[in-house]
Every structure is written in structure tokens, then in C-alpha cells.
Nanobody, 124 residues
Framework: QVQLAESGGGLVQPGGSLRLSCVASGGTFTIYSMAWYRQASTKQRELVAQMHTGGNTNYADSVKGRFTVSRDDAKKAVYLDMTNLKPEDTAVYYC??????????????????WGKGTLVTVSS
């Protein structure tokens, strides 16, 4: 079973930086797009940053110029470098990946996988 495990959340002061990491594990698979979403209390989950196979990226307007998404396919990992953090960035951040499992030598249809989330709190 494919699993995504996030790490790196925590408490940071406004203007500070954090790096979130997410690693995929569990069998043989091919990863297509990977992304970070976030959900603040009383709000819907929103896309923060996404990186597709080949390197194309897209970001939420609210984080452009402050956050950078990257991935290491050899490590099956995606990262989110967050700088100049603001209180409104406080949320649970979720890792997402579009993954096709390889079963018995056959590649199955891609499915959505989510991590359990890591809390980022920006506060003085």
C-alpha cells in the first residue's frame, strides 16, 4: 500500500522559514504530479504548490515568491521551502501525489494519494 509521510511542520515566528518534506513508500510505483495542499481551520483545503513530471510548477497566488516546491524522484520525495511566513499561512499542510502502482509487472491506473498532514503555525 502506497503511503505518503510528511515531516517538518512546527511553530515559527512571522518572517521565518520552514521546510516541509514528504516521502512516498510502499511497493513499486510511478509518481506523476506531486503537490502540497493546506487547510486552515474553517476553510476549505486549497492547493499551495504543485510540480509535475518534467518540472512544471504552479503556485497559489498567496505564496508566489515566498514558497518553492521541489522534488527528488530518486528519493520519491517532494519538498516545500517556505520563507517569509505569515500568520495566514497557519494551516495543516498535506502532501499529495498522483501515483500508478506497478503490480505483477503491469502499471495500474494512477490514483490520488494523500499524507496525514503536518501542522504549520506562524505566530509570535
Amino acid at each position: 500500500q502506497v503511503q505518503l509521510a510528511e515531516s517538518g511542520g512546527g511553530l515559527v515566528q512571522p518572517g521565518g522559514s520552514l521546510r516541509l518534506s514528504c516521502v512516498a513508500s510502499g511497493g513499486t510505483f510511478t509518481i506523476y504530479s506531486m503537490a502540497w495542499y493546506r487547510q486552515a481551520s474553517t476553510k476549505q483545503r486549497e492547493l499551495v504548490a504543485q510540480m509535475h513530471t518534467g518540472g512544471n510548477t504552479n503556485y497559489a497566488d498567496s505564496v508566489k515568491g515566498r514558497f518553492t516546491v521541489s522534488r527528488d524522484d530518486a528519493k520519491k520525495a517532494v519538498y516545500l521551502d517556505m520563507t517569509n511566513l505569515k500568520p495566514e499561512d497557519t494551516a495543516v499542510y498535506y502532501c499529495y501525489a498522483d501515483i500508478a502502482r506497478v503490480i505483477g509487472g503491469q502499471t495500474a491506473s494512477a490514483m490520488d494519494y494523500w499524507g496525514k498532514g503536518t501542522l504549520v503555525t506562524v505566530s509570535s
